[in-house]
């Protein structure tokens, strides 16, 4: 109004202006683009995408996630030799990935598990575990490495400790460790953890605040992992009430199992690695909920009114969700 302008006219004469000045701009050189497509930060962004799907639902969220996880495994991967690669330009670099790609991949693998009920993603998780313990692991000291031995362009070999804006690799393999043996059955995982996390004791004990995320490894292991195992067809309605109980709070040191009886790979998956799960199933045709803690499981239940009431019950260190 103080120009004399109408609110119309002063939004044309604005956008006319930026209009010439995006055009003069862009007669510039244009800044440099990063544009890698980098392994570790894509295993954040599928924990992230994963974790927004269990809360909100949004089916956006598990497709992005889902679609990361086939990029990857299509062209930063190689299967012959079980290995991840660093990063994509314009194609896979030739840069072998270092621990914290193979700890925030495996990471996201375990969130999108819970997500999405692919066996599959558990399945490569364990393997990737495997080849991060051969490739990275201080058997002497404990704890891993940043770069795999033999690296011709290092002086010295690091670990990593502090968990800044990305949390270390050792903080976040020591919580795939624990969620792996509790996930698998491979419980000399837990040993490793334990190592990993007795290896930056004094950090621990000096600086908590500048390791949270190793501090959330020490929890799991002191806590114990709480087991909520769903016996039910995968998008049935009655396992998806199930489900959206569990997703509608937060519940610390949990690990989701969908024992899914449309399914008789995930099936045998899990009664293969994991005993207590042998005689689980659906009670009357309906999708069943078990609660476990220290192999000691809950009465079954088939209502997400039931369920909310095992999950309300104190845990073991008297923590209820």
């Known amino acids: 109004a103080k120009c004399g302008l109408t609110h119309d006219q002063a939004g044309w004469k604005l956008g006319s202006a930026s209009s010439v000045l995006f055009n003069v701009r862009e007669k510039r050189p244009h800044p440099h683009l990063d544009d890698n497509i980098i392994t570790a930060w894509n295993g954040l962004m599928i924990s ?60 996201g693998l375990l969130d999108l598990y819970e997500a999405s009920f692919d066996v599959g993603l558990v399945d490569w998780a364990l393997k990737l575990q495997l080849k991060q313990n051969e490739l990275f692991h201080d058997s002497a000291g404990g704890g891993y490495f940043s770069a795999k031995a033999g690296a011709s362009d290092l002086l010295l070999r690091m670990k990593e400790e502090y968990d800044g804006a990305e949390p270390s690799p050792n903080s976040v393999s020591a ?5 792996l043996a509790e996930l698998t059955g491979h419980h000399e995982f837990e040993k490793l953890a334990v190592g990993t996390v007795r290896a930056f004791g004094a950090m621990v004990n000096r600086a908590p605040a500048a ?20 016996a039910g067809a995968k998008k049935a309605d009655d396992t998806e009430r199930l489900l959206r109980e569990i997703n509608a709070r937060f519940i610390p040191n949990k690990l989701v199992i969908l024992l899914d009886y449309a399914d008789p790979n995930a099936i045998g998956f899990f009664q293969e690695k994991l005993e207590i799960t042998r005689d689980m199933g659906p009670i009357g045709g309906k999708a069943t909920a078990f609660v476990c803690q220290d192999f000691t499981c809950s009465l079954p ?12 019950k104190p845990d073991r260190r008297g923590g209820a969700a």
């Not at 390791?211 to 769903?230: E, N, S």
């Open 48 to 107: 992230g995408f994963a974790k927004g799907y269990q809360v909100l639902g949004d089916e956006r969220y598990l497709q992005a996630a889902t679609r990361a996880v086939d990029f990857i495994r299509t062209n930063l991967y190689k299967p012959d030799e079980g290995t991840l690669i660093r990063n994509y330009r314009q194609g896979p670099s030739n840069i072998e990935a270092f621990a914290e790609d193979y700890a925030m991949l495996i990471a």
């Open 301 to 312: 239940v088939t209502t997400p009114e039931q369920l909310r009431g095992l999950l309300q």
């Open 211 to 230: 390791v949270p995320q190793m501090i959330v490894a020490l929890d799991l292991f002191l806590r114990k992992t709480r087991h909520i195992i769903i």
């Open 175 to 179: 919580c795939n460790l624990l969620r």
